[in-house]
């Protein structure tokens, strides 16, 4: 990066254009396996919080002025998964379900034997039946009008399975689940 700067200088700055290309590839590489060897790695992490993060964040969008988003999330659930992985993984699956809902989204949670389930549940039109087993496939889209690159759900899906975690999907009259099955820390 130093030298990019003296290319500068000297009236070179398309090839210092190319270096500045170059290493913001690697970075970003580099950046993404840094955080893909952190997932998985341990952690607890309190449902409601993280729901809650999630949120606040949704309800400062434009979606949030067609979309009720609500929460339903007792607050002494917790999960063994990083809670930045979590908010992660939850904010993309919560975004995607804003941006396909009709008029709601919710949030729950729900302890059982050795594990918790965080849902994100939406009131859309679902997901057909032949793309179910498909869409969490990195740059999968249901949708090309909308905004989004398709990673969304992969992403979820690496994280939750990086921490001995299931994703459940499926289509509900109307709308569509997607559930994180976590194990409860100890």
Not at 87 to 95: D, H, I, K, T, Y
Not at 104 to 113: L, M, N
Not at 125 to 139: F, H, M, T, Y
């Amino acid at each position: 990066l130093g030298e990019t700067g003296r290319l500068r200088q000297r009236g070179e700055g398309a090839a210092a254009d190319m270096i500045d290309e170059i290493v913001e590839v690697v970075r970003t590489r580099m950046d993404r396996e840094l955080a893909r060897a952190r997932i998985g790695s341990g952690g607890a992490s309190n449902l409601c919080a993280a729901a809650g993060k999630v949120a606040r964040v949704l309800e400062r969008t434009a979606l949030a002025e067609t979309v009720r988003l609500s929460l339903d999330v007792p607050s002494a659930l917790m999960a063994s998964i990083d809670e930045n992985d979590l908010v992660e993984a939850l904010g993309s699956v919560a975004e995607n379900a804003m941006r396909h809902a009709a008029k709601k989204v919710r949030i729950t949670a729900r302890g059982g034997p050795g594990h918790v389930d965080l849902s994100v549940e939406d009131d859309g039109n679902g997901v057909p039946a032949a793309l179910l087993s498909r869409i969490a496939r990195r740059g999968v889209r249901l949708d090309d009008t909308l905004d989004g690159t398709g990673l969304g759900l992969s992403l979820a899906h690496e994280i939750v399975e990086a921490t001995e975690g299931k994703v459940i999907m499926e289509n509900l009259s109307p709308g569509f689940r997607v559930t994180f099955r976590l194990q409860t820390a100890d």
